[in-house]
Each structure stands twice: as C-alpha cells, then as structure tokens.
C-alpha cells in the first residue's frame, strides 16, 4: 500500500510544466509566467509630484513658516496630464497636481495644506526640503529591470505593475488541457430522471466545475459505458487533445470495474491502494503518452482525491508549484479517524477552529456542501482530540478558511 506522498509523487512524475507561449498581457490573468518579464519603460516616466501644492525653489521658501508666511507669485497650473514642457523661474510658485510633470528648475514641493491655496499670489506656510513631495523618474522601476520572475502568477495587482512598465506582451503557461470521463451504465445525465438503478452522473458534473476553478480549459467530459471495448476506443486517442484525463469509477475490485480492467493492458497505469480515507484505490499512468488519473467512484471520494492528488498535478502542468493551500486549524470537537490511514475530513473552519461536517461516508455529499476545508489527521492518529492542531486543505472555488 502506498502512503499518500508516495502516489502524490507518482502522479506529479507525469507532468511537466507546458511549453510558454506569447500572450497579451490582457489576456493572460491567471496565468503563470514561462519567462521573466523586464519593465519597458522607467517607472515613473518622468519627475512628477507626489502632492497637489505649489513647485518652488527651496531658497524662495527660506525661513516660511506658520508665524512668517512666504509669499510668492503663482505664474502658471500644472495639471495631471500637462504635456507642455514648464520651466520654474526663481522668485515664483506654480499651482501643481498630484502626478504631473515637475517643471524644470522645480525643486520641492509645499502641499496645498501648508499655503493659503492662492491662486495670483500664495502664502507659503513652510518651507520644503530639496526633493520634498516630489517622484523622481525610474524610482520605482527602471527600464529593463526584471519586474517579476517565471513562475510568477498574473494576478490583477501583478499585470497592473506589467501594465504600468510598458508591457503589453508575456510568455506565459497555457491553462492545462483536461478531459473528464465518469464510467458506469447505471449513470444518467443531470437533466434526466433516474430510474430504477441509476443515478445522476454528479461526478462528471463536479470533476468539470473542480477542472474549472483549478484554471484548466476543460476540453472534453462524457460519460463511457461499462464495455471494454469503449471505453479502450476512447482512452486510447481521448478528445480534444488532452494533457491529462480524468476518470472516475470503475478501479476497485468490483467484477464490472471496466476502466481498470482496459488500462490494466493499456499503457504505463498502474492500481493501488493508497493509505487515505476515502479514497483508497487509486489509478495512475500514461496512455500513449498522455497522463491519465483513474480517481474513486464514490463522489467524495473522487473529490477528496482531486484535490490530494489532481490539483497538483494541474499547478504543476500551469507552471506554478505543486503545493496545495494549507492553513493550521485548532479542533473544535472530538472525532474518530482512520487508523493507519491519513484522514481527510471534511471540516467547516471558522475562526481558525474545525468542526466536521455531518456524515462522512465516502458517498455522502451533503458534507461537502457545508464544508470549506480538508482536515487532514495523520495516520497515526486514531482519535481527533478537541484542540488539536492540523493542517487543512482549502476546497477550490472557496474563500480561504479562517
């Protein structure tokens, strides 16, 4: 039997981060970097004023203070956006915006809070210090300079820094390309009544969402029937040009468990049992050299494993690091756990305190929708105590618990 970070290891040696491509850069939030990015232009562009007040020379301003104002001629206004090219002269002030170019011979800036805001002439109530209020050209960036590194993930606050320095082109990870197949002739599309013996395939449904919030292109999800012949007809050139199938149902040690008894022949994939409740039995290989997850069918067991197992090996295909989302965690009450086993149970986390969501069995959804967070109890441990500390996998497509 493998241990949980064994099977993880497996099944992350199948992947590799895809080749970069060159996308706009608005187009490419959510994606992961392939190659630095290098600033195009100096950051600020130019010397411009961090405050709305009055561009002076400092020896006009000497000995201005509250007691003594200083009071100088206002000859023109430099607004947020001016192009025009200003030259200071001594002896006088210009109203000036936060932002906009410092006039040449300008060499500080007296907020507007420090003046009588005259708009002829202006009281100076203190006098700046050389480069007071006032943004220097390249201080924050200069052109050329390396602005974030590969494997840097294009958030809004990252492509607004992108933005800001000119670039407007990145090299980039595509989004993962991922095929979902739920197995079984007792399953029914969602849409369609079940009848006796059948049930809705939830699990093509929930595997297509979870595909979705890990930022994958979901490219193709069905359903196959329990018949070898399918189901090797499919697996063998899957569509939509996949670089990693998804499978659920049909890799335990049932006599109509299809999926494994095809791939068992087909390829590199190979059926364990790996030391987790739920999720035991596990597949994992290549089919003609695309990597292909035979998850669990029991759905939250199936869920359970996408995010141990899947979501790594997603990150990792999107050229960003395979880590989970964890967070420490206090529990908030007493629970049995498997012994011998890593237990990933479902938890509601509140306050940094988990509580287990009601019923745990490896078929009951009704945990998951309460749920916001994996508690994961190691192996050694067959009891949950109140007030223990665990780690918590966070569920996709929610807020991180607290």
Not at 242 to 261: C, F, I, Q, R
Request: with cysteine; charged share 20%; aromatic share 2%.
């Amino acid at each position: 039997m493998r241990t949980v970070e064994e099977h993880r290891d497996r099944l992350l040696a199948l992947v590799r981060p895809s080749p970069g491509v060159t996308r706009r850069l608005l187009e490419s939030r959510g994606l992961a970097l392939a190659a630095p990015a290098r600033a195009a232009l100096d950051l600020p562009g130019f010397d411009n004023s961090a405050m709305d007040g009055y561009a002076v020379r400092v020896a006009d301003t000497r000995g201005a203070s509250p007691q003594s104002p200083v009071s100088l001629p206002v000859v023109d206004d430099v607004a947020a956006g001016d192009t025009r090219a200003h030259t200071l002269p001594p002896g006088v002030a210009m109203r000036i915006m936060t932002g906009a170019p410092l006039p040449v011979g300008a060499e500080g800036i007296v907020p507007v809070e420090d003046t009588d805001g005259g708009v002829e002439t202006v009281a100076l109530t203190a006098a700046p210090e050389h480069g007071r209020h006032v943004r220097r050209r390249g201080e924050d960036v200069r052109a050329g300079e390396e602005l974030v590194g590969t494997g840097t993930l294009l958030t809004p606050g990252v492509i607004a820094l992108l933005a800001a320095a000119g670039v407007a082109e990145v090299d980039v990870h595509p989004r993962p390309r991922v095929a979902v197949f739920s197995t079984g002739d007792e399953l029914v599309p969602l849409g369609v009544t079940p009848g006796f013996g059948q049930i809705v395939d939830s699990n093509q449904v929930m595997l297509a969402e979870l595909v979705r919030a890990a930022g994958a292109d979901l490219v193709h999800c069905g359903t196959l029937p329990d018949e070898a012949e399918a189901v090797r007809r499919v697996l063998s050139e899957p569509p939509g040009q996949p670089d990693l199938v998804l499978t659920s149902g049909g890799v335990s040690m049932g006599a109509h468990d299809t999926v494994k008894e095809v791939l068992t022949g087909l390829g590199t994939v190979d059926f364990v049992k790996v030391a987790m409740r739920p999720g035991m039995p596990q597949g994992a290989g290549t089919v003609g050299g695309v990597p292909i997850v035979t998850l669990p069918g029991n759905p939250v067991s199936s869920f359970v494993s996408f995010h141990v197992f899947v979501l790594p090996m997603i990150r990792l295909l999107a050229g960003r690091a395979a880590d989970s989302d964890t967070v420490e965690v206090v529990a908030g009450a007493d629970w049995p756990s498997a012994d011998g086993k890593v237990e990933f149970t479902r938890v509601r986390v509140e306050g940094g305190e988990a509580l287990p969501a009601r019923g745990q069995g490896s078929h009951m959804l009704g945990a998951l929708a309460s749920a916001n967070a994996l508690a994961v109890v190691p192996a050694d441990t067959a009891y949950v105590r109140s007030g223990d500390t665990l780690a918590a996998v966070s569920l996709l497509g929610l807020e991180h618990p607290r």
